[in-house]
């Protein structure tokens, strides 16, 4: 099993590019989620999605945006880049409410806005 | 809205001996898993141990155990016998809906083993 696979590892943006962090998981799990991790603030969850078609807000979702056609992959979107969205973003996926003990990760993803 | 705090920015500890990391949250959940995440390097995240609050008995894996303290908000991490490979960033994390979703990260404490 491959897991959580993001990609790209790493990239770089100009402000107002836009572009899609892919996020593929292969565990057939019902929940999927987007964190960005920055320096001294540990993780913080962006947009999530309890299954196929259906997301929401996490904490800090502005400048982002998030679908769910399958449940295998989760992409993130951001419509045009500004530098406060240099940071490391993590894709996570786990089972459903009730039986979901834990989150798998991706290998995270350094995006870097200049 | 929930958080999680560690106060800890930094520790260090000599190779073979113990070393415990701090965690406090706020919730008025009753039933919630904690976790503990390790980040090496790699950057990749590592599940360390989990805590079921509901349990009253303190999760053990190998080296690693929790101090599960549910009324006080407090659930520490203490690694014995530390090893070189321990060193890495230790995140503590709190889920929602009685599992690993939406999780709430403290702001990480960055262990140093000393050989």
């Known amino acids: 099993n491959a897991g959580v696979t993001q990609t790209p590892k790493f990239q770089v943006l100009k402000t107002g590019q836009s572009m899609t962090l892919q996020c593929a998981q292969d565990m057939n799990h019902e929940y999927m989620s987007w964190y960005r991790q920055d320096p001294g603030m540990g993780l913080r969850l962006i947009h999530y999605s309890v299954g196929a078609g259906i997301t929401d807000q996490g904490e800090v979702p502005n400048g982002y945006n998030v679908s769910r056609s399958t449940t295998e992959d989760f992409p993130l979107r951001l419509l045009s880049a500004a530098p406060s969205q240099t940071s490391v973003y993590f894709c996570a996926s786990s089972y459903g409410r009730g039986v979901s003990t834990e989150a798998f990760f991706g290998q995270g993803t350094r995006l870097t806005v200049v | 809205a929930q958080t999680v705090t560690q106060s800890q920015p930094e520790m260090s500890v000599q190779e073979a001996e113990t070393v415990t990391l701090s965690c406090t949250y706020d919730?008025?959940?009753?039933?919630?898993?904690l976790f503990w995440y390790k980040q090496p390097p790699s950057r990749q995240m590592i599940l360390v141990i989990r805590?079921?609050?509901?349990?009253?008995q303190n999760a053990t894996e190998n080296r690693f155990s929790v101090n599960f303290q549910k009324a006080a908000k407090s659930f520490s991490l203490k690694i014995s016998d530390s090893q070189l490979g321990d060193a890495a960033m230790y995140f503590c994390a709190k889920g929602a809906n009685q599992g690993a979703q939406k999780l709430v990260f403290g702001q990480g404490t960055r262990l140093t083993i000393n050989p």
């Open positions: 919730t008025s959940e009753s039933d919630y898993y």
């Open positions: 805590q079921e609050a509901y349990k009253q």
